[in-house]
């Protein structure tokens, strides 16, 4: 299986502050990454798929990049809707796997 | 537009079988370009994949639990189910279903239902 690792795995932010999360596959799944946002007793919901493509709806202040084995979202100008858990994931391979999440908490 | 819904049992006697189904609304299951996923949290613990199903009835499923788990499909009804026998305490989990979208570069869960929490106990 391909190991998926977050880092940090929480971290405090402000409103308004840019934060970014890291992942990093045990290796390369060129761009079959993506991301997802989920909030205390509710369903994860998809942000970026393809590494850097921004799901329908989703806001422009988030962001996706990378490719290979290290990726990273990036949300610019933190709103206090955002404070949530991040998860990647990876769609390279069988079994698919996430990384084990980001707690982004207000400061 | 397209949500899915899950029921079945909250609660499952230990070595007995976890029985779940997920309906789907406001679109078909039979679309081409979509599987259907099952994905299950454990309290406090983050996401697992469990599998997926074609509505040809492809299925793919972790190896993990490879063993104890069965998907199938009813395109008549718009719905599919999971079937995990043989439970532990260690199954006990939010279990949700989700549309897994295909696109040129991979797929994504990109519709998940609302989960449904299942507790495994005598």
């Known amino acids: 299986d391909i190991q998926m690792t977050q880092s940090p795995s929480s971290l405090s932010a402000s409103v308004g502050d840019r934060v970014t999360i890291t992942c990093r596959a045990s290796?390369?799944?060129?761009?079959?990454l993506n991301w997802y946002q989920q909030k205390a007793g509710k369903a994860p919901k998809l942000l970026i798929f393809?590494?850097?493509s921004l799901q329908r709806g989703v806001p422009s202040r988030f962001r996706g990049s990378g490719s290979g084995t290290d990726f990273t979202l990036t949300i610019n100008s933190l709103q206090p809707e955002d404070f949530a858990t991040y998860y990647c994931?990876?769609?390279?391979?069988?079994?698919?796997?996430f990384g084990q999440g980001t707690r982004l908490e207000i400061k | 537009q397209v949500q899915l819904q899950e029921s079945g049992p909250g609660l499952v006697k230990p070595s007995e079988t976890l029985s779940l189904t997920c309906t789907v609304s406001?679109?078909?299951?039979?679309?081409?370009?979509?599987?259907w996923a099952w994905i299950r949290q454990p309290p406090g613990k983050g996401l697992e994949w469990i599998g997926k199903?074609?509505?040809?009835?492809?299925?793919y499923y972790n190896p993990s639990l490879k063993s104890r788990v069965t998907l199938s499909v009813d395109t008549s009804r718009n719905q599919f189910s999971l079937r995990l026998n043989s439970v532990t305490a260690a199954d006990t989990a939010v279990y949700y279903c989700?549309?897994?979208?295909?696109?040129?570069?991979?797929?994504?869960?990109?519709?998940w239902g609302q989960g449904t929490v299942v507790a495994v106990s005598s």
């Open positions: 989700a549309r897994d979208r295909l696109w040129p570069q991979g797929d994504a869960f990109d519709i």
């Open positions: 406001g679109g078909s299951i039979s679309s081409s370009g979509h599987y």
């Open positions: 199903i074609y509505f040809g009835g492809t299925t």
């Open positions: 290796q390369a799944i060129s761009s079959y």
């Open positions: 393809a590494a850097s």
């Open positions: 994931q990876q769609s390279s391979s069988t079994p698919s796997t």
